[in-house]
């Protein structure tokens, strides 16, 4: 049942998007992944919101009603340190040039893009019974050269309704022992004393918890100015 950007696959176990030459699905086509207590929904171009306990009242990451820009609150970044040419494994938020494929399966999505001689593969789930996303990400050099990349994870928290409201009142911290980024929101009465985290199994080499530092002044997400 192909048609023309999307078909199933695996004997219907999966569906599948190829999004080429800046095409998108007529509206976001997104795959909900959870277990009892926490999820994540993902569109094809990659755009996804994380909850816990409540999509609605206790969303970890933004989620947007626009059917048509599709924004994101959490995205990877690959930057190639020899030409500082910056890539992403998804659609959004930044496209470069060839098919973006996403594959929404059962309790998974994975996306798959190549740019910049590198092969990208990002694989997201949620395990059974831990409130985690997990989001795999594996490159694969596809020239003759050795190449030096700096993988960047950037996520915007919310800990409620949603950012507006929250934002005045989150803290964040970097956690001495793991590395791990803590975030803390003390004035969500319904879902109190949470503590929010992000991670890179550990190799993270720095982190910023300022959002317009990142972004730079007026910026945004296709070209942040880190």
């Keep these: 049942f192909f048609n023309g950007i999307g078909g199933f696959a695996k004997g219907g176990r999966e569906y599948v998007t ?35 306990e409540n999509s609605r009242e206790n969303r970890l990451t933004p989620w947007s009603n626009d059917p048509v820009s599709d924004p994101t609150g959490e995205a990877f970044y690959i930057r190639a340190e020899s030409t500082s040419e910056v890539f992403s494994p998804t659609a959004r938020p930044l496209r470069r040039p060839g098919p973006h494929i996403a594959r929404h399966g059962f309790g998974y999505s994975r996306f798959e893009h190549q740019a910049g001689g590198i092969r990208f593969e990002l694989l997201q789930f949620v395990p059974l019974t831990d409130p985690v996303k997990i989001s795999r990400l594996t490159l694969q ?24 409201a929250s934002a005045p009142f ?19 009465m319904a879902f109190p004393d949470r503590v929010a985290f992000a991670d890179l199994a550990g ?20 070209a942040p100015a880190a």
Excluded at 203 to 222: E, I, K, M, Y
């Design 141 to 164: 050099n596809l020239s003759d050269r050795a190449r030096r990349l700096t993988v960047v994870s950037y996520a915007e928290p919310v800990m409620g309704t949603s950012r507006a």
């Design 203 to 222: 190799t993270q080499t720095g982190f910023a918890a300022d959002r317009t530092g990142f972004l730079g002044r007026g910026g945004g997400l296709a």
């Design 170 to 188: 989150l803290t964040t911290e970097c956690d001495a022992k793991t590395g791990a980024i803590f975030a803390h929101n003390p004035w969500n």
């Design 18 to 52: 190829v999004l080429e030459d800046g095409k998108t699905t007529p509206a976001p086509w997104i795959n909900v992944i959870a277990n009892d207590g926490f999820g994540f929904q993902v569109s094809s171009t990659g755009s996804s919101s994380t909850w816990a």
